[in-house]
């Protein structure tokens, strides 16, 4: 019953920013640890950032310093603030939980190019 919106991508050049919003609907029970994850054509599904419940943060070091993870734990969403876009962060983008995963939503796509 769980579903994952996300929100907020579009085509941006070099430099750039978007904010990118996940909405986890349906009911659960372990909304806590959470991430965002990017997936570009022809390769593997990379986690980019994640927040524990209690907001500690992790990053991976291709975006560290360029984006923001936060969340709303009321509304149960997740965001993603991306600056300094760079072409190579072109990818659809995802949100889900760190470990054991919800079915996949359907992304937002983000495209960095001139």
């Known amino acids: 019953q769980v579903q994952l919106v996300e929100s907020g991508g579009g085509s941006v050049q070099p430099g750039g920013s978007l904010r990118l919003s996940c909405r986890v609907a349906?009911?659960?029970?372990?909304?806590?640890?959470m991430g965002w994850y990017r997936q570009a054509p022809g390769k593997q599904r990379e986690l980019v950032a994640s927040?524990?419940?209690?907001?500690?943060?992790n990053y991976a070091d291709s975006v560290r310093g360029r984006f923001t993870i936060s969340r709303d734990n009321a509304k149960k969403e997740v965001y993603l603030q991306m600056k300094s876009l760079k072409p190579e962060d072109t990818a659809a983008y995802y949100c889900?939980?760190?470990?054991?995963?919800?079915?996949w939503g359907q992304g937002t796509q983000v495209t960095v190019s001139s």
């Open positions: 349906g009911s659960i029970f372990d909304f806590n640890y």
């Open positions: 889900n939980r760190v470990g054991a995963t919800w079915p």
């Open positions: 927040i524990t419940r209690g907001g500690s943060i």
